[in-house]
């Protein structure tokens, strides 16, 4: 499980003053489903082709950048 630290730093340079311990879980959690979500999703691209390296660009395909 990833730490609270990182995204209560997030909330704050985008401008949260205060946030509450259960929101700040539940930021962790869909981030890190949606974290999975992209590396799984880059893991079968680079699969596909034919590559064991997933690569920058297998993430920001995924990503839509």
């Not at 992209?38 to 680079?46: G, L, N, P, Q, T």
């Given at each position: ?28 959690d ?14 079968r ?21």
């Amino acid at each position: 499980m990833l730490p609270l630290l990182p995204f209560e730093r997030i909330v704050k340079k985008a401008g949260v003053r205060r946030i509450s311990q259960d929101a700040l879980e539940e930021l962790r959690d869909v981030m890190d489903e949606h974290a999975m979500d992209i590396a799984e999703r880059a893991v079968r691209i680079s699969r596909h082709a034919h590559r064991r390296t997933v690569m920058a660009e297998d993430v920001k395909f995924v990503a839509g950048k």
